[in-house]
């Protein structure tokens, strides 16, 4: 069941409606059954999955907080076996398989072991990680084993969050749900309007881009320079839009019952770093393998070298951890590297700055360290979204001819031109990004959402109508599916 989906629509107003109407002590029951059936609206048969990992980690967590050492490890190391065993099996067996196989043809050894034919769950790398910091937080004494079996299984099954969430931890979510949530309008229009806006970025911005960002990645050898540009820019923003549309909405839903997720974007293209970008895009997940992974492993608490073979490591698994492809490794490795070399040529661009005098000129210089982060980010981008990894070596090895000659205006409409777009859909593309941007930059100084507050009513309507109307105008309602189910 899709976020952009009438469906949906019907889905939430029944159950958000029932949800006020119940006593709180049978409200969990509601949200449990209603996040079952949102999941199992994908492949009804995978909520067996979910299942077979909710109980483990609810025993395990209990047997942790019991335990001592060494036991509660074995504990500990078993959930996370339990876990990561389903993740690997479904996402990477086919993978690991293939790369074998290749190795075996290249020796001329007869591997026998032919692929699967498995589908992989919706969302699985998400929910598998909320759980881990479930079982991790309880072995570390932050948080106390969860007793209400039910009241866990819907820790891990929110409808909201559960396929691409923010990530939770369970000091922040599992006491939310025994506390009893009152039906209060300033906080119900909020999470409403908050849910509109992330509808707007997925439909407007997010799918419409995609018809451009498609007809060039899918066939990248037809094109060449500035063609590539374009597309690589709009992925940029369409993933964006799609990814934070999502959690928008997730986080929009979830508050209207009165559940308080954690943001998961904060402008991530206003950095004016890599490293700023990292804190600054898919929060969740950053903070998780930073919490998890990359302190577990030492951090930059050890040797300069070692700290930046962990910074490098942890951006190497992350690249993993989003899909079973080369390209995601060259991705997760290539911001790896950005961060690294960052660390290498500290000094020397300090000089640089010094020299050149840009840090009297505090403008100037943000601008260019924005440029060049989201053009860096951009560029990596190439091997997130090519299909493998020759497209992407063509793509990045490409994108820059005829960039030695001056660009024309009729030049860049001929570009413009073939690939797949209207002119009234780069009118529209434009137009919505400028309003996304312009939004953004108005939200350096809080949550605009409280700044309209302050607004005269007819003024803050008017605003709500514009926007929703844009919407059903310009919306692309294909129902596609957001780009991070698949991870």
């Known amino acids: 069941?899709?976020?952009?989906?009438?469906?949906?629509?019907?889905?939430?107003?029944?159950?958000?409606?029932?949800?006020?109407?119940?006593?709180?002590?049978?409200?969990?029951?509601?949200?449990?059954?209603?996040?079952?059936?949102?999941?199992?609206?994908?492949?009804?048969?995978?909520?067996?999955?979910?299942?077979?990992?909710?109980?483990?980690?609810?025993?395990?967590?209990?047997?942790?907080?019991?335990?001592?050492?060494?036991?509660?490890s074995l504990f500990l190391a078993l959930s996370i076996v339990a876990n990561v065993g389903f993740l690997a099996f479904f996402k990477y067996f086919n993978f690991l398989n293939d790369n074998i196989a290749f190795l075996?043809?290249?020796?001329?050894w007869n591997y026998p072991i032919s692929a699967l034919f498995i589908i992989l769950p919706i969302g699985l790398s998400f929910h598998t990680f909320q759980a881990m910091s479930y079982t991790i937080e309880v072995f570390r004494g932050k948080q106390k084993a969860e007793r209400h079996f039910g009241i866990y299984a819907l820790y891990v099954l929110f409808y909201p969050q559960l396929v691409a969430g923010p990530i939770e931890r369970p000091q922040n979510l599992i006491h939310q749900f025994y506390e009893e949530h009152f039906f209060d309008y300033q906080r119900v229009a909020d999470g409403l309007k908050l849910m509109v806006w992330g509808l707007?970025?997925?439909?407007?911005?997010?799918?419409?881009?995609?018809?451009?960002v498609n007809q060039v990645y899918n066939n990248p050898t037809d094109y060449t320079g500035l063609s590539l540009i374009i597309a690589t820019v709009f992925f940029a923003f369409q993933i964006y839009c799609d990814f934070s549309g999502y959690s928008d909405i997730a986080i929009g839903a979830a508050q209207v019952m009165g559940f308080k997720l954690m943001d998961n974007f904060n402008r991530p293209y206003f950095s004016k770093s890599i490293s700023e970008f990292w804190k600054r895009w898919h929060i969740s997940l950053s903070s998780w393998f930073r919490d998890y992974f990359y302190i577990s492993i030492g951090g930059n608490r050890v040797?300069?070298?070692?700290?930046?073979?962990?910074?490098?490591?942890?951006?190497?698994?992350?690249?993993?951890?989003?899909?079973?492809?080369?390209t995601y490794v060259l991705w997760g490795a290539l911001n790896g590297f950005y961060l690294v070399f960052s660390l290498w040529t500290g000094e020397m661009r300090k000089r640089v700055i010094a020299f050149t005098g840009l840090a009297k000129m505090p403008v100037v210089y943000k601008a260019a360290q924005v440029t060049i982060t989201f053009s860096l980010v951009c560029f990596a981008w190439i091997f997130f979204r090519a299909r493998n990894v020759s497209e992407a070596l063509y793509i990045a090895t490409h994108i820059f001819d005829g960039l030695n000659n001056p660009w024309s205006v009729a030049a860049i409409k001929k570009s413009m031109a073939g690939l797949g777009f209207a002119n009234v859909d780069y009118a529209i593309a434009f137009a919505s990004i400028g309003l996304m941007e312009y939004v953004h930059l108005i939200q350096r100084h809080g949550k605009i959402r409280a700044m309209f507050s302050e607004k005269p009513a007819w003024f803050r309507w008017a605003i709500y109508y514009v926007l929703v109307i844009w919407i059903i105008l310009f919306g692309v309602f294909n129902q596609s599916q957001f780009i991070y189910f698949q991870f």
Not at 6 to 23: A, D, E, K, R, S
Not at 304 to 320: A, D, P, V
């Open 1 to 72: 069941m899709l976020f952009n989906s009438w469906q949906f629509g019907v889905f939430f107003v029944f159950i958000t409606g029932l949800y006020f109407l119940l006593p709180q002590k049978y409200r969990w029951a509601l949200l449990l059954t209603a996040s079952c059936f949102f999941y199992m609206a994908f492949i009804p048969a995978y909520i067996l999955i979910l299942a077979a990992t909710i109980i483990v980690d609810y025993f395990a967590g209990i047997y942790i907080e019991r335990s001592k050492q060494p036991r509660r």
């Open 104 to 108: 075996a043809r290249t020796i001329h």
């Open 200 to 212: 707007f970025k997925k439909v407007v911005i997010a799918d419409r881009l995609a018809i451009l």
């Open 303 to 326: 040797p300069r070298w070692k700290w930046q073979f962990n910074l490098f490591l942890t951006f190497l698994i992350s690249g993993l951890w989003h899909g079973a492809n080369w």
